[in-house]
């Protein structure tokens, strides 16, 4: 336990920070799975395109390191290009 006033004050930091931090990872890995688990390209595009802008934020604050947002971006870009694009309709 904390003995002193800042430390108990930065053990309730730490545990606001977590809390949030452990929200924001959540909703990554959601947005991750969403856009790998799409099949279709246009919605794959659009779904990597925001996992990759989130997975940038959070490398940018520190939150992830800088190589894992770039491994994850790096292996969403491999799934969409795996995709196959719709055959064009006749006219």
Do not use: C, F, W, Y
Request: hydrophobic fraction near 35%; charged fraction near 35%; glycine fraction near 2%.
């Amino acid at each position: 336990m904390a003995q002193h006033k800042s430390a108990e004050k930065r053990a309730r930091q730490s545990d606001k920070r977590r809390a949030v931090n452990r929200g924001i990872k959540s909703e990554v890995k959601t947005l991750l799975k969403k856009a790998k688990t799409e099949t279709d390209k246009e919605k794959a595009s659009l779904a990597m395109k925001q996992a990759a802008s989130t997975l940038d934020k959070l490398a940018a604050k520190g939150i992830i390191h800088k190589n894992k947002a770039a491994n994850q971006k790096s292996k969403l870009a491999k799934h969409l290009n795996k995709l196959s694009t719709p055959p064009a309709q006749a006219a």
